[in-house]
């Protein structure tokens, strides 16, 4: 303790025993400090010895700042958990770092600035130094948290490049220092704001991380509760902050037009009409503004997010709307019309929407006039301040810049035709007028304004060879173009020879109408071939022979040689014989040597503050610069006549020259003709692919049809149950008919027929029959009746067995039909109704089959039974009759057979037979009671497949439900019973005694072959209708 009593004493001055100097006591007390600091054990001591070295800093920041620097490093990192020693610490820092008091320094003639950068390198030589200062933001001590950012924006004003590698280094660093911004003290909040100034300047990685932590919003908000423009520092250090984060920044600049931000600047702009302007923040405030709304439209910005932005200013916020009515406003201070005027030139400047609004605004003055009037009469007017007058010319050139329209609404006040009885002053008159003028800054701000006019416009350039000029009240009226040809040589201040040069440079190019014309005034070559060979003058004269070469140059590069004077090989001989190419080429470099030409080429508004430096324009230095290589390509001589003369060659040298030249020139001729051919090939084959393209569109496109079919097939083929049994219900009745139709031609159609045939034909020719060849012929036709009822028998069998497997199937299918409908009734009801119809279509159809059978089998029963009947009794009678006579013979006139006594043992062997035939008659009338049996067991079949259908939802016609309160199906009346309805009754009798022929019987079998083949036919027909349905 008496070591630090003896320091005190040194430092304030207490007498001393030794020679040393204050300073050297000063450094020995603070080397003893720093050591207890180093050495101590307890924390009592480390923080006495802190708060000494805060004291000693305040004066002593050299000697504390030189030896302390680690000490307080060392105390951050270890004794962080107690404020006190903290606080020290950080006051002690910002003592050193941030000492913006110079007043008491005694720094040995070095300046607080320059130890103020030497300790901020000294301490962020180590990252890690500048992420402890960090770590103590999130504290929420009024005696931490405010030094630690006094002392975060120390580093950042001394070291801001290195102290923002620093910060990027931290994790959380940026998202701490944003949370200070809700900080309810506003000591705090305003002092981030400090530091958040400093830390947006120029590091686009911060800018994106700031905006990204919500920036836009909170600072808005605080705008927004400051007062907007009426707020005072709070709200410039806001702007401020949004400037740099929105300036030369396209990531946030497009995170603000989206995040709709723009709008949110539309109260800023609300300017009321008894506004104090005399109080400074107001106007600084809304000079910010407008560079935020500027940085967001800048010209420098990508073209996509100017237009953007622009698009949201006028259609979405009405930013645009705000600019015009302080534009026109009365009493605005000229700095705020000024920049007023910048940022609705930079608003509109390139977007035709915009451009049209801003062409209808008019002052509200008495007559109404448009705004872009009031301004021109503005920028003539020489008593208005240079730097408004330079804005007045930038809004103009932006209303022209890419508007066609504007440029010929220009124009158009220029031409005598189109004079307007109503408005007393147009456009054109104050640009004219403007000519006239004494003010050099007034001819020109017109001469560029009306170069303006004419940028990529080539109609209005030959338009404007139109206007007329009345320079004297007793002379005619010339030419606009003969009038700035005449002013030029007439001389005069540079300003205004500059001016007339860069309108005549504009209105010439890209216009041989204009070269033309410039070059039928006989005194513009002469005077500016004169003007480009003068040797001596300044710096300035050197500059106007440069635009007069440039002028030339233009006149020979658009040059279509309509002047006969003046032509362009003409013009080209006139620089190498008077003037020089090489003279020609300096002069004309000397343009782009300017300085000024550098500065005006880099932004398109007048950058200079001095009305005397005003030389260029942006628009003329682009065109300069496009034309200046085509310029000297047709000025310089080629490398070829630049070796020589061909007169030094000898006489062999001379015609091997010829050979090759007229080698060269058949070689170019060929040359030529194949790129015609190469040409024309080339536009074939572009032809032919076309075709070929189009053709491998349409393949594909039937490609993806049919795959789209097959796609379409397959999803109903899964989706569709019937569609495999369709499949096999079709092949089946396609070998069924096949077979019927086998069977209809050899065995039951055309047998029965020819044996009939024969019969009748020996029962014709022959007038006597024996008895055995009576009986031989009619066991023969009843045995080939027999078979062909056997054989259509067993065809009915076949149909019945393919019926029962048909309704198996069927069986099969309703219950996977019941088990589909049960899973997917609630997405395919369409689908489930349309199948029920199918399946009921199918049910009638199987009826009907049914009932046809049925009929068939009926009629059949009893034809067979009246006609074995009838033949069989005649049989009987005939052998009875022939037993009692002995004999049978047939009489030619009568023709009754007479039996013969001697064939009795025959009769026996034929009644034997009969036996047989009857037996077989037995078997087959047992066959067709087992077929009636199987067509039973088939409708009691077909009554169970109505019930399920009924019992699942399904709807039935009513020919169906009678069906089920029956046994068995109706049968319909046979043939003969429909034949004999009206037919007496002694003739049916007559006619069932009557045997049928052969030739009915074999009609019968027909049609029951033919009704089956059209039944199966009919049947498949419907099957594959349900299939498609």
Same mark, same amino acid.
């Given at each position: 303790?008496?070591?630090?009593?003896?320091?005190?004493?040194?430092?304030?001055?207490?007498?001393? &025993?030794?020679?040393?100097?204050?300073?050297?006591?000063?450094?020995?007390?603070?080397?003893?400090?720093?050591?207890?600091?180093?050495?101590?054990?307890?924390?009592? =001591?480390?923080?006495?010895?802190?708060?000494?070295?805060?004291?000693?800093?305040?004066?002593?920041?050299?000697?504390?700042?030189?030896?302390?620097?680690?000490?307080?490093?060392?105390?951050?990192?270890?004794?962080?958990?107690?404020?006190?020693?903290?606080? @020290?610490?950080?006051?002690?820092?910002?003592?050193?770092?941030?000492?913006?008091?110079?007043?008491?320094?005694?720094?040995?003639?070095?300046?607080?600035? &320059?130890?103020?950068?030497?300790?901020?390198?000294?301490?962020?030589?180590? /990252?890690?130094?500048?992420?402890?200062?960090?770590?103590?933001?999130?504290?929420?001590?009024? /005696?931490?948290?405010?030094?630690?950012?006094?002392?975060?924006?120390?580093?950042?004003?001394?070291k801001l490049r290195d102290c923002q590698d620093c910060i990027l280094t931290h994790p959380m660093g940026i998202s701490r220092m944003m949370d200070l911004l809700i900080d309810p003290r506003e000591v705090i909040r305003n002092d981030a704001l400090l530091l958040l100034v400093f830390l947006t300047k120029s590091n686009s990685n911060i800018q994106k991380i700031v905006a990204f932590e919500n920036a836009f919003d909170r600072i808005l908000e605080i705008i927004s509760n400051e007062g907007y423009s009426d707020g005072g520092m709070v709200v410039e250090d806001c702007l401020s902050i949004l400037l740099n984060l929105l300036k030369m920044n396209t990531s946030n600049q497009n995170y603000f037009k989206e995040g709709n931000y723009i709008q949110r600047l539309l109260p800023f702009l609300d300017i009321s009409y008894d506004v104090d302007w005399n109080i400074s923040n107001k106007v600084n405030n809304l000079l910010l503004m407008f560079k935020v709304i500027r940085s967001l439209v800048s010209p420098s910005n990508p073209l996509q997010v100017t237009n953007s932005c622009q698009k949201v200013m006028y259609q979405q916020s009405g930013i645009l709307q705000n600019l015009c009515t302080i534009l026109l406003s009365n009493g605005i201070p000229a700095i705020v019309l000024t920049e007023t005027i910048n940022c609705v030139a930079e608003v509109i400047r390139g977007n035709q929407q915009n451009q049209e609004y801003f062409s209808r605004v008019n002052?509200?003055?008495?007559?109404?006039?448009?705004?872009?009037?009031?301004?021109?009469?503005?920028?003539?007017?020489? /008593?208005?301040?240079?730097?408004?007058?330079?804005?007045?010319? @930038?809004?103009?050139?932006?209303?022209?810049?890419?508007?066609?329209?504007?440029?010929?609404?220009?124009?158009?006040?220029?031409?005598?035709?189109?004079?307007?009885?109503?408005?007393?002053?147009?456009?054109?008159?104050?640009?004219?007028?403007?000519?006239?003028?004494?003010?050099?800054?007034?001819?020109?701000?017109?001469?560029?304004?009306?170069?303006?006019?004419?940028?990529?416009?080539?109609?209005?350039?030959?338009?404007?060879?139109?206007?007329?000029?009345?320079?004297?009240?007793?002379?005619?009226?010339?030419?606009?173009?003969?009038?700035?040809?005449?002013?030029?040589?007439?001389?005069?201040?540079?300003?205004?020879?500059?001016?007339?040069?860069?309108?005549?440079?504009?209105?010439?190019?890209?216009?041989?109408?204009?070269?033309?014309?410039?070059?039928?005034?006989?005194?513009?070559?002469?005077?500016?071939?004169?003007?480009?060979?003068?040797?001596?003058?300044?710096?300035?004269?050197?500059?106007?022979?440069?635009?007069?070469?440039?002028? $030339?140059?233009?006149?020979?590069?658009?040059?279509?040689?309509?002047?006969?004077?003046? +032509?362009?090989?003409?013009?080209?001989?006139?620089?190498?014989?008077?003037?020089?190419? =090489?003279?020609?080429?300096? %002069?004309?470099?000397?343009?782009? %040597?300017?300085? %000024?030409?550098?500065?005006?080429?880099?932004?398109?508004?007048? +950058?200079?503050? %001095?009305?005397?430096?005003?030389?260029?324009?942006?628009?003329?230095?682009?065109?300069?610069?496009?034309?200046?290589?085509?310029?000297?390509?047709?000025?310089q001589p080629s490398s070829d006549q630049q070796n020589g003369p061909e007169s030094n060659l000898t006489s062999e040298d001379h015609k091997l020259l010829l050979q090759y030249k007229e080698l060269i020139r058949e070689q170019d001729l060929q040359l030529i003709s194949l790129r015609k051919q190469l040409v024309s090939l080339?536009?074939?084959?572009?032809?032919?692919?076309?075709?070929?393209?189009?053709?491998?569109?349409?393949?594909?496109?039937?490609?993806?049809?049919?795959?789209? $079919?097959?796609?379409?097939?397959?999803?109903?083929?899964?989706?569709?149950?019937?569609?495999?049994y369709m499949a096999s219900g079709q092949n089946m009745y396609q070998q069924q008919t096949a077979t019927t139709e086998v069977n209809c031609s050899y065995g039951l159609n055309s047998q029965p027929t020819e044996q009939c045939a024969e019969q009748s034909s020996v029962l014709a020719t022959k007038n006597e029959v024996p008895v055995t060849d009576s009986y031989a012929a009619s066991s023969q036709a009843i045995s080939s009746t027999e078979a062909q009822l056997r054989q259509h028998i067993d065809q009915l069998n076949y149909e019945l067995s393919v019926r029962d497997q048909n309704l198996h199937l069927l069986t099969n299918q309703l219950n996977s039909m019941q088990i589909y409908d049960n899973h997917g009734s609630n997405n395919n009801t369409n689908t489930s109704q349309s199948q029920t119809v199918a399946d009921s279509n199918q049910l009638e159809y199987m009826f009907n089959e049914n009932r046809r059978l049925q009929s068939i089998i009926d009629q059949y029963k009893y034809w067979e039974a009246n006609y074995y009947a009838n033949s069989y009794n005649q049989q009987l009678n005939d052998i009875q009759q022939g037993n009692k006579d002995g004999s049978l013979v047939v009489q030619p006139t009568t023709n009754t057979v007479v039996p013969d006594g001697n064939e009795k043992q025959e009769n026996k062997v034929e009644n034997n037979e009969t036996d047989k035939l009857r037996h077989e008659l037995e078997t087959l009338r047992k066959e067709q009671d087992d077929l009636i049996t199987l067509l039973a067991d088939q409708d009691l079949k077909m009554q169970k497949y109505v019930r399920q259908m009924k019992d699942h939802g399904l709807s039935v016609a009513d020919d169906f439900n009678e069906l089920t309160q029956i046994s068995s199906p109706p049968r319909q009346p046979c043939l003969n019973q429909l034949e004999t309805d009206n037919i007496p009754v002694e003739q049916q009798q007559h006619q069932q005694l009557q045997p049928q022929s052969c030739y009915e019987m074999t009609s019968l079998i027909n049609q029951i072959g033919t009704d089956t083949t059209t039944d199966l036919n009919s049947q498949q027909h419907a099957f594959s209708f349900v299939g498609t349905n």
């Open positions: 303790m008496e070591y630090l009593k003896s320091g005190w004493k040194t430092v304030v001055g207490a007498p001393s &025993d030794d020679n040393t100097t204050p300073e050297q006591n000063v450094a020995e007390t603070v080397e003893k400090l720093v050591e207890r600091i180093e050495t101590s054990t307890l924390l009592e =001591d480390r923080r006495d010895a802190c708060r000494a070295l805060k004291s000693l800093s305040k004066t002593f920041r050299l000697e504390v700042g030189a030896q302390a620097m680690d000490s307080f490093v060392y105390v951050l990192q270890n004794d962080s958990s107690d404020n006190e020693i903290v606080t @020290y610490v950080l006051d002690s820092l910002l003592n050193v770092i941030c000492n913006e008091d110079s007043s008491n320094e005694n720094d040995n003639n070095k300046s607080a600035s &320059d130890f103020s950068v030497q300790f901020t390198e000294i301490f962020i030589k180590r /990252k890690e130094n500048v992420q402890l200062i960090l770590d103590l933001l999130p504290e929420f001590d009024f /005696k931490i948290r405010y030094p630690t950012i006094k002392l975060i924006q120390g580093l950042l004003r001394n002052a509200p003055i008495e007559p109404a006039r448009p705004v872009i009037v009031v301004l021109l009469m503005s920028m003539i007017n020489e /008593k208005q301040p240079f730097e408004l007058r330079c804005a007045v010319l @930038y809004c103009f050139q932006s209303f022209l810049y890419k508007n066609e329209l504007g440029q010929a609404q220009i124009v158009e006040t220029l031409l005598p035709t189109t004079t307007d009885a109503v408005q007393d002053v147009s456009a054109g008159q104050l640009l004219c007028g403007g000519f006239f003028s004494n003010d050099i800054l007034c001819n020109w701000f017109v001469a560029v304004s009306l170069s303006h006019t004419l940028v990529n416009n080539v109609t209005q350039k030959e338009q404007l060879l139109r206007v007329q000029l009345a320079t004297d009240p007793n002379s005619s009226p010339i030419s606009l173009l003969t009038f700035c040809s005449n002013l030029l040589q007439k001389g005069g201040h540079h300003q205004r020879r500059v001016s007339l040069l860069m309108l005549l440079s504009m209105w010439l190019s890209n216009s041989s109408v204009a070269v033309s014309n410039f070059l039928s005034i006989p005194t513009n070559i002469p005077y500016l071939t004169s003007q480009i060979g003068l040797v001596e003058g300044d710096d300035l004269e050197v500059l106007m022979q440069g635009l007069c070469a440039f002028l $030339l140059g233009i006149c020979i590069c658009y040059n279509d040689n309509s002047i006969p004077s003046f +032509t362009k090989t003409d013009l080209c001989k006139l620089i190498q014989n008077r003037i020089g190419v =090489d003279i020609y080429a300096d %002069k004309l470099a000397s343009i782009a %040597k300017n300085e %000024k030409y550098s500065q005006t080429l880099q932004k398109p508004y007048i +950058t200079t503050m %001095k009305s005397a430096e005003l030389l260029f324009d942006y628009e003329f230095c682009n065109l300069f610069k496009l034309q200046e290589a085509s310029i000297l390509k047709i000025v080339s536009t074939e084959n572009a032809t032919y692919k076309t075709q070929l393209d189009e053709q491998q569109s349409i393949v594909q496109q039937l490609r993806d049809q049919i795959a789209l $079919l097959k796609v379409h097939k397959s999803v109903y083929d899964q989706s569709n149950p019937y569609s495999n």
